[in-house]
């Protein structure tokens, strides 16, 4: 079984998370979860840990399980991580080094390949700054699926929708199943 690490971040899009973890675990993976505080704003962790079955991450500082500190001994498990939804802010802070919650953490300490399904506004995807972000993360071997074209919770059509969780799940397992360095 495959340990996979969702982290889900605080867009609009988190409760598609809920149907993402499900599929993957209906595919036979084992999902953990990682949440910050703002995609715990959308979308409940409750909810995607009885749909995960594993406790969900929200606080490296609510950790509990032994000496040995719970985020770093998940980052030695994943075999992916996959961040979806990935916020405009999440992207610059995986982009510049910053562990200044969860996900970020497990994100500098994870050896394995990540991906990641943005999901913003068009107008910050293609702001400079995320561009520029997006670039140096794939330029570390980051991979990427989407965003996609649509209409957009703040009302506008275009750029930014999370990819469709079908096909997120079906990169996910393509990367799995890609020899790995």
């Known amino acids: 079984m495959e340990a996979i ?15 993402l973890v499900s599929k993957l ?10 949440m910050t505080r703002e995609a715990q704003r959308f979308i ?9 079955r594993n406790p969900v991450l929200t606080s490296v500082f609510e950790e509990k399980e032994s000496w040995r500190p719970g985020h770093i001994a998940l980052a030695d498990r994943a075999k992916l991580l996959l961040i979806a939804p990935a916020t405009a802010n999440s ?7 910053f562990a200044g919650n969860a996900l970020c953490e497990i994100a500098l300490a994870v050896q394995a390949p990540v991906l990641i ?4 506004n068009g107008k ?43 096909e997120i799940v079906a990169k ?3 990367i799995l199943a ?3 360095p």
Not at 5 to 19: E, F, H, M, N
Not at 91 to 97: D, F, K, N, T, W
Request: glycine share 12%.
């Open 117 to 120: 399904a943005p999901a913003m």
């Open 91 to 97: 992207i610059a802070e995986l982009a510049h080094g």
């Open 172 to 174: 996910a397992e393509e």
């Open 44 to 52: 409940g962790a409750l909810t995607l840990q009885t749909l995960s």
């Open 124 to 166: 910050m995807w293609l702001h400079p700054a995320t561009v520029e972000n997006v670039a140096k993360l794939r330029a570390r071997g980051v991979h990427f699926i989407g965003p996609e074209e649509g209409m957009l919770a703040c009302g506008y059509e275009g750029l930014g929708r999370l990819w469709n969780v079908e």
């Open 25 to 34: 675990v209906k595919r036979g993976h084992e999902v953990f979860v990682v």
């Open 5 to 19: 690490i969702v982290g889900v971040t605080g867009s609009i899009a988190a409760y598609k998370s809920a149907d």
């Open 178 to 180: 890609a020899p790995q």
